[in-house]
């Protein structure tokens, strides 16, 4: 095995060093020379994980998402963790060992990884984290993954996973009154969609906040502002949010195209949501990067027949009606200015703050996306993202 794999990972850095070149790492980004070699062992990783698959060893998924887990953490000195399942949804709940005067906070955290990628393993320092610096309950999620199970298996693993830990809050020794739903990237988009889905539930203890991690929070539009001006910026390139959306609403990415030219909406749907998904509603100190207006291209029939769920809220929380947004909890919102998810951040901030919702918003200027997940990677940190943790770790204490 091991005079296979040589070779193969030959191939694979030779892919990776021809590769480099074409992706932008814009000098104002947060430790650009680290950014630059977590983005070589990704693209390594993807290199070998093709050449994997084409020998018929693995697909390269299953091989991306071996190299994600990393390694196993040791005991916590200071969190009872204990792996559990909510109805049959498999949950890892970290508990302050301290004493406590009264019943804890309580976090729902969701992880990102493109509904692709992610688990209860790669985000363990983040909920650890989280638990010990907020001194809160955190349950993290285990939801379904894509692209063996589609939308909206994920939303659905996140939901009933909530719904059981608020029917059991006593027994985690969680207030009532201060349970939170948080989650970055596709976490955040999950985190959005529950958070809406429970805004008018009247059984259940009513949410204290959102918390959202740069989400992806639409699919109508991949030419906002932030999807120009970042499409080559590691961590998420243009085209791989729309591969990542494609893969978790259909199982496949036929179509990716046809989707990042925006052939995917018809005319009057488009001009329906042009009041919450346009770059009008984009503050201008975040254009002076560089936008080019494009010509609308023309609607593909066929394809939204294939695409059409991309409307429904509990994929796209964007898109949902007021009379569901002005019902939210108060939330934070997380954004980056390397990130193409940027724009999704800052359209739901206004969206909600024009529903009265209060919202607390942190702008990382030097930020790239799933920098707050690399704030302690292999060895070498990033300030920025230990930063963006503390800031919602402020945010939970000040519930």
Wanted: proline residues 7%; aromatic residues 10%; hydrophobic residues 40%.
């Amino acid at each position: 095995l091991l005079l296979l794999l040589l070779p193969l990972a030959a191939l694979a850095a030779a892919a990776v060093l021809l590769g480099l070149p074409s992706y932008d790492i814009p000098p104002g980004v947060n430790q650009p020379a680290k950014l630059r070699l977590v983005l070589t062992l990704l693209l390594g990783t993807a290199a070998l994980g093709r050449i994997l698959e084409k020998t018929g060893l693995c697909s390269q998924i299953t091989f991306g998402r071996y190299v994600r887990q990393g390694r196993k953490l040791g005991l916590d000195p200071k969190l009872f963790i204990q792996d559990l399942q909510f109805k049959e949804v498999p949950v890892r709940v970290y508990q302050p060992k301290a004493t406590s005067d009264g019943p804890r906070r309580g976090i729902l955290f969701f992880h990102g990884g493109g509904w692709v990628f992610g688990s209860l393993d790669t985000y363990e320092k983040v909920c650890r984290y989280l638990s010990r610096e907020s001194d809160s309950v955190v349950v993290s999620v285990q939801y379904r993954l894509a692209p063996e199970h589609k939308y909206p298996a994920a939303y659905e693993d996140c939901l009933n996973a909530s719904q059981h830990f608020l029917q059991h809050l006593q027994h985690y020794g969680v207030d009532p009154a201060r349970v939170t739903v948080c989650g970055d990237s596709a976490g955040g988009n999950l985190a959005a969609a529950v958070s809406q889905t429970l805004a008018g539930r009247s059984d259940l203890p009513r949410l204290r906040a959102q918390i959202l991690i740069y989400p992806g929070l639409q699919a109508l539009d991949f030419n906002l502002p932030s999807y120009q001006q970042n499409r080559g910026v590691p961590l998420l390139f243009r085209e791989r949010a729309a591969f990542f959306a494609l893969l978790y609403l259909n199982g496949d990415a036929l179509h990716m195209q046809e989707v990042l030219e925006g052939s995917h909406i018809p005319p009057d749907m488009r001009l329906k949501y042009r009041k919450w998904v346009s770059p009008d509603n984009i503050p201008e100190e975040f254009k002076v990067r560089g936008v080019k207006p494009l010509r609308p291209t023309g609607f593909i029939a066929e394809v939204y027949e294939t695409v059409k769920r991309f409307c429904e809220p509990n994929l796209c929380p964007l898109l949902a009606e007021d009379s569901v947004v002005h019902q939210l909890p108060e939330s934070f919102i997380l954004t980056c200015e390397y990130d193409v998810l940027r724009d999704d951040g800052l359209l739901y901030k206004k969206r909600l703050e024009d529903n009265g919702v209060r919202v607390t918003w942190y702008h990382l200027e030097d930020g790239f996306h799933g920098i707050i997940s690399l704030y302690d990677y292999c060895g070498f940190s990033f300030p920025s993202g230990k930063r963006g943790l503390d800031r919602v770790v402020n945010f939970l204490k000040s519930l």
